[in-house]
Structures are given as structure tokens and as C-alpha cells.
């Protein structure tokens, strides 16, 4: 399960986690854009940040409970209580990011809807408040600034147990 900020990376090394290991991948946020049938930025504009977070976490709920291969959780699916309790047990990968990278993933000009005023602002302040969080969640923390998607998965599936 692979947690951090937006730009941390957590769908492409979802994607090539998965591949490697010959399992499924998985995105809360898609699950989230089927049942809401819009976009995630959408349902923050027309429906608010607490409908998008309750759908969040139904759809951690739900991928937990039916997925079982790799799952890349939303940037704020980890601020609930309830799915940080979820979370316990499972090999929780934290993809550490620095705000210079994630810039540069996400982009200024980004349809994030939680970073569309001051979108570096809102990046590194939503970085510095979830920290904490993706730290005491994540059983292994990998940096990913500066390196490539293999390099990475190569370091993720070193960690994982046997």
C-alpha cells in the first residue's frame, strides 16, 4: 500500500510495483471518480471536501476489503481516523517527497482541487501537516526525489516481507 503527498509517485510505482509482482494495482481516487461518476476535482467543487473525504474512505474500506495487490491511497485518505485504524497491519510503503519534486510532477497549473489557489503554498503546507501522519503510519519510508521509478521499485520490494 503506498501513502504520501501529491507528486510522491504513488501511481506510477503503483503501476510497476504491480506489474513486477504480477498482481493488480489500484487508486482510491479512481475508485472515488466510478462512484461519484466525476472527477475527483469535481466532487470537491460541486459536492465539498467532507463528501469527497467520506467517499474516500469508503473506497479504502472497500479496496482493504476486495484488493489484493498493490493499492495507492489519496494524498488525504490517511488524515481519517478511521482509515488510518484500517491501515494498521498492512505493509504500508510511505513515498517521501520533497516540495521541489513534487512541484515539478504535479505542476502549477495542476486540477488538484486542494492546491488551486497558491498551488506551491498549499503543496508545501499540506506536505508539512500530513507528514507526521504518513511517518507513524508507514512501516518503510522511501525518498523518491531525484530518482527513477525502477530504482525505486527495486527499493520497495527489498522491503517487503517474504
Known amino acids: 500500500m503506498l501513502i504520501g503527498p501529491p507528486g510522491s509517485g504513488k501511481s506510477t510505482l503503483g503501476q510497476l510495483l504491480a506489474e513486477r509482482l504480477g ?9 472515488v471518480e466510478a462512484v461519484a461518476g466525476k472527477p475527483v476535482s469535481d466532487v470537491f467543487i460541486e459536492d465539498g471536501e467532507a463528501a469527497f473525504r467520506a467517499l474516500e474512505h ?3 474500506r472497500r479496496a482493504l476489503a476486495e484488493h489484493d495487490g498493490i493499492l495507492s491511497l489519496g494524498g488525504g485518505a490517511v488524515l481519517d481516523a ?32 486542494l492546491l488551486v489557489l497558491n498551488p506551491r503554498s498549499q503543496l508545501k503546507k499540506l506536505m508539512e501537516e500530513r507528514r507526521p ?27 517487503l516481507p517474504a
Do not use: C
Open 82 to 113: 478511521e482509515t488510518q485504524a484500517l491501515l494498521d497491519g498492512h505493509h504500508v510503503v510511505y513515498l517521501q517527497v520533497g516540495l521541489a519534486d513534487a512541484v515539478q510532477r504535479v505542476g502549477l497549473a495542476s486540477a488538484r482541487p
Open 23 to 31: 498482481v493488480g494495482f489500484r487508486d482510491t481516487d479512481a475508485d
Open 58 to 60: 469508503q473506497a479504502v
Open 133 to 159: 501522519v504518513y511517518q507513524r503510519l508507514a512501516v518503510v519510508t522511501v525518498v523518491t526525489d531525484k530518482r527513477e521509478p525502477a530504482e525505486l521499485a527495486d527499493e520497495i520490494l527489498r522491503g
